[in-house]
């Protein structure tokens, strides 16, 4: 199946400084989504993204489809940033709805 | 919409119990996602239906686990008999086609 890295594993930040976040895939894929999970354990969905770039305030994303890999970009951090980050794409080996998450980078922003 | 609801929140029984976890997905959505958090593996699809039907089910570790979508908006992932290595937080997702998925607060289980 496709395999998926994530890096850094853990990330400390200040508060206000900016971050990438990368995540690689052994595979062409057309389906790639961003995570958060909160210190609470809520995962919520950042970025629907296969391909190109797309912007959410201090945050965007920019995923290139033919070099598999997908960068999270996060300006301005705040401490309400900290948590995991994940990405996720389909493992063609299974089937289209198929997810496989990385095992994250864990974010830390100090105030 | 208020969401993937998931209930309970929490769970804790004994080794041997059934245990039964419920999901309503987002009204209008055609997938629905069972997965499972721990420590040791991460994030892992249990499994998944579409339009109530389930179609892939690779990731149900064992027998033990059973999963079912009656109707559009309700599932359920049971787990008999339970064992402590069932440990883990185990997450409802919901989506419209294979897009966005959508998560809800997810189900601690412990079992002892």
């Known amino acids: 199946g496709i395999q998926v890295e994530q890096s850094p594993p853990d990330l400390i930040l200040q508060e206000g400084a900016n971050s990438t976040l990368r995540c690689n895939f052994s595979?062409?894929?057309?389906?790639l989504q961003w995570f958060h999970q909160n210190p609470w354990g809520q995962l919520i969905n950042l970025f629907y993204?296969?391909?190109g770039t797309k912007q959410n305030g201090r945050l965007s994303a920019t995923t290139v489809a033919t070099e598999r890999y997908s960068l999270l970009y996060i300006s301005s951090s705040q401490t309400t940033d900290s948590g995991v980050y994940f990405c996720a794409v389909p493992n063609y080996g299974g089937s289209q709805g198929n997810l496989i998450f990385g095992k994250g980078t864990k974010l830390s922003v100090k105030p | 919409d208020a969401g993937v609801i998931q209930s309970p929140r929490h769970e804790v029984t004994e080794m041997g119990q059934e245990v039964t976890l419920r999901c309503k997905p987002i009204?209008?959505?055609?997938?629905l996602f069972w997965y499972r958090q721990t420590m040791m593996r991460g994030l892992e699809l249990l499994i998944y239906?579409?339009?109530?039907?389930?179609?892939?089910d690779s990731g149900m570790p064992e027998d033990r686990f059973s999963a079912k979508m009656p109707n559009a908006s309700f599932s359920t992932l049971k787990i008999q008999p339970s064992e402590p290595r069932d440990s883990a937080v185990y997450f409802c997702a919901s989506s419209w086609s294979t897009d966005t998925q959508y998560f809800g607060p997810g189900t601690r289980l412990t079992v002892l």
């Open positions: 595979d062409s894929v057309n389906n």
């Open positions: 993204i296969p391909s």
């Open positions: 009204s209008g959505h055609d997938y």
């Open positions: 239906f579409n339009n109530n039907v389930p179609i892939d």
